[in-house]
Nanobody, 124 residues
Framework: QVQLVESGGRLVQAGGSLRLSCAASGRTFSSYAVGWFRQAPGKERDFVAAIEWSGRRRYYADFVKGRFTISRDNAENTVYLQMNSLEPEDTAVYYC?????????????????WGQGTQVTVSS
């Protein structure tokens, strides 16, 4: 199986930036598309961004509005989410997940492996 560990979440002022990391273990990690999701208290776990195995195709939720960038380094078994111009509405626990073969990147139930999440808090 694939094990995923998120890191990089912290308290940041509105307008600031963060880079989240998703470190993976497993010999076949580079074969998986990987997505980022986020969940605030009382809300659904929403799709944020995804990247296919080669890094050549990237997908973003509309609310990102050009502020976030997803990337991956297969040699380091790591996927990143660069977040700029952060807003209080971005406050949530952020999760990374590995997509099953043939799955749709924006379907939460099509991801087979999940990390524990990292807390991002954006102050006004």
């Amino acid at each position: 199986q694939v094990q995923l560990v998120e890191s990089g979440g912290r308290l940041v002022q509105a307008g600031g930036s963060l880079r989240l990391s998703c470190a993976a273990s497993g010999r076949t990690f580079s074969s998986y598309a990987v997505g980022w999701f986020r969940q605030a208290p009382g809300k659904e776990r929403d799709f944020v961004a995804a990247i296919e195995w080669s890094g050549r195709r990237r997908y973003y939720a509309d609310f990102v509005k050009g502020r976030f960038t997803i990337s991956r380094d297969n040699a380091e078994n790591t996927v990143y989410l660069q977040m700029n111009s952060l807003e209080p509405e971005d406050t949530a626990v952020y999760y990374c997940a590995a997509l099953r073969q043939g799955g749709n990147v924006d379907y939460r139930d099509h991801y087979d492996y999940w990390g524990q999440g990292t807390q991002v808090t954006v102050s006004s």
